[in-house]
């Protein structure tokens, strides 16, 4: 079988799928994406296309290797996430030609079903308790926001009371019922993390995510003597070269690698196994679209320690696009009561792709930008 030829869809509301097609009529599907760097990502994807097309699809770790080190530059966001959405690809290529699902090429399930959360409260934290609460009558029970708003480096008291008093509101509400994740989101300094972190220890969230900017992962074991919320990082990590620095140093306990921006499927059981042998938790990043986290539940069937799916029904992020609507089998990513995903049965990733909405909608795909946020002086506040 030989590849030949890659077309990328960028589609609302801000995601990219990649199909690849073969000299036997197998098509493969692939979610290649930075969010709000589509069109870099894209251009990535028909470089690195130079290196596949012509080639067979069933040598996914040859493939890989060429990717990532043919082309003597490597690595960072783009070019990762590129290879994450070609990697992809070539499962759902390789499961299809030999009539299995992902996961039963990567040695079986360790697990029955896999427990997601889902978003709540928006770019700027609120009405978190009218969302846990309708997300709850729909089953869900765990669940994540972002921590806080803006945080200067030396933040107020006010935006550190806010922060707390929100999730001293959650438990109020919800006790122990439910479980939630805090997204610091990049936005908070390491003296700030420390602050932040001291004042919501009482509340116990499930985890603290991001709890400084990956560039700042030294503070990750410092953080991590003052407190006993686990720490979680990992969406702005591309490659295991990146996790095991990180690993080393010891800190994080949950790593959330991005199946469509660290490598692909390829590269992320490998970080699942890296972590497991430090007795780190693997919950990956998803809140993309359903090409993502189809790859991510693959993953997460075969990972030991994986613990928490990501997955963005019902985002902030999702306007004018939802996960379920470009997928024709629906049900093979219903989420039972719980949250829980259920083992694909069909081939490949499991999911048929609406190829004809995917081109119907790419045709008018707006380029998605996140908000440039200022802080009150004016200077640029991490989003
Ligand atoms: O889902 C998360 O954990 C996030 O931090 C959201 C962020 O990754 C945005 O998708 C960036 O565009
Ligand atoms: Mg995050």
Redesign the pocket.
């Known amino acids: 079988m030989k590849i030949t030829r890659i077309t990328t869809y960028r589609v609302p509301p801000r995601w990219m799928f990649l199909k690849m097609e073969t000299d036997e009529g197998i098509v493969g599907w692939g979610e290649p994406v930075i969010?709000?760097r589509a069109r870099t990502v894209e251009a990535a994807v028909h470089e690195l296309s130079e290196y596949v097309i012509g080639k067979d699809p069933s040598r996914i770790n040859d493939l890989w290797q060429t990717m990532y080190r043919g082309g003597f530059y490597r690595g960072g966001a783009v070019f990762m996430s590129a290879i994450a959405g070609i990697d992809q690809a070539l499962w759902d290529i390789k499961g299809k030609a030999l009539g299995a699902p992902v996961f039963e090429l990567l040695g079986g399930r360790v697990r029955d079903r896999m427990k997601t959360y889902c978003w709540v409260g928006g770019d700027r934290p609120a009405d978190v308790i009218a969302q846990i609460r309708e997300r709850l009558a729909h089953g869900f029970d765990t669940f994540k926001m972002n921590g806080c708003e803006e945080m200067g480096m030396i933040g107020s008291s006010k935006a550190v009371d806010d922060a707390v008093a929100r999730v001293a509101e959650i438990r109020e509400a919800f006790g122990n019922t439910i479980e939630f994740g805090l997204?610091f989101?990049g936005r908070v300094s390491a003296p700030m993390a420390k602050v932040l972190v001291k004042e919501l220890e009482p509340f116990r969230p499930l985890f603290i995510?991001e709890p400084v900017l990956a560039e700042q992962a030294e503070y990750y074991p410092r953080i991590a003597a003052q407190t006993s919320i686990p720490l979680a990082a990992g969406?702005r990590m591309y490659s295991r070269f990146e996790f095991k620095h990180v690993l080393e140093r010891g800190g994080i306990a949950i790593v959330q690698p991005d199946l469509s921006h660290a490598g692909g499927i390829t590269e992320c059981v490998r970080i699942a196994a890296m972590a497991e042998a430090y007795d780190v938790a693997f919950a990956p990043?998803c809140?993309l679209g359903p090409i993502a986290l189809a790859s991510c539940l693959h993953a997460d069937f075969v990972s030991w320690n994986a613990t928490l799916q990501?997955q963005s029904m019902g985002i902030h992020?999702n306007r004018g696009g939802e996960v379920l609507d470009y997928v024709l089998n629906k049900e093979a990513l219903a989420l039972d009561d719980g949250g829980y995903a259920k083992p694909f049965t069909a081939p490949g990733l499991g999911i048929e792709v609406n190829e004809e909405l995917v081109i119907e909608r790419s045709r008018a795909a707006a380029d998605w930008r996140?908000p440039l946020w200022r802080h009150p002086d004016g200077s640029v506040a991490e989003w």
């Open positions: 969010e709000g997204d989101h995510e969406e990043h809140p990501e992020y996140n």
